[in-house]
């Protein structure tokens, strides 16, 4: 996978621009595993330097937990009438990816074999300096994000 098409969170600092240079010299191709670390570490590393400037957070598994009060609460902050919040529920009942990388339980050996990225996973999140882990608890994801 081409590292461009995924770099482009990045924070526009000197710092991070030397973390692009070095996985994007002559389009240098990463693992998914790397390609995910990279694009959720860097989008990461912006939210954290700039998370005064987010009115709403919210991860999948809170949107889950209640569907229709996750909605509500983001509508209200992006201005949405309420009354189109049933209409925005319906989308969720059909599968998000229209299952074309097959059930979500094949998804991780599929997509993600071992060796192939996972284990640079901690090392691009150091390298990003964001405190994200592969092993991190929703609870800690939650305490980082709120």
Known sequence: MDFWYNSLALPYTPKYRAIFDKYNPRGIKVS???SLALSHGAVMANYLMHKEIYTHSVTYEEMMRDIELETKRLFSKLDVPEAFVNQAITALNKHSQNNIFGPNVNNEDVMFP??????????????LDVPLSVAMSLEELLALMH
């Open 114 to 127: 071992k060796g192939t990225g996972w284990d640079l996973a901690e090392s691009i999140f150091k390298e």
């Open 32 to 34: 998914n595993g790397e």
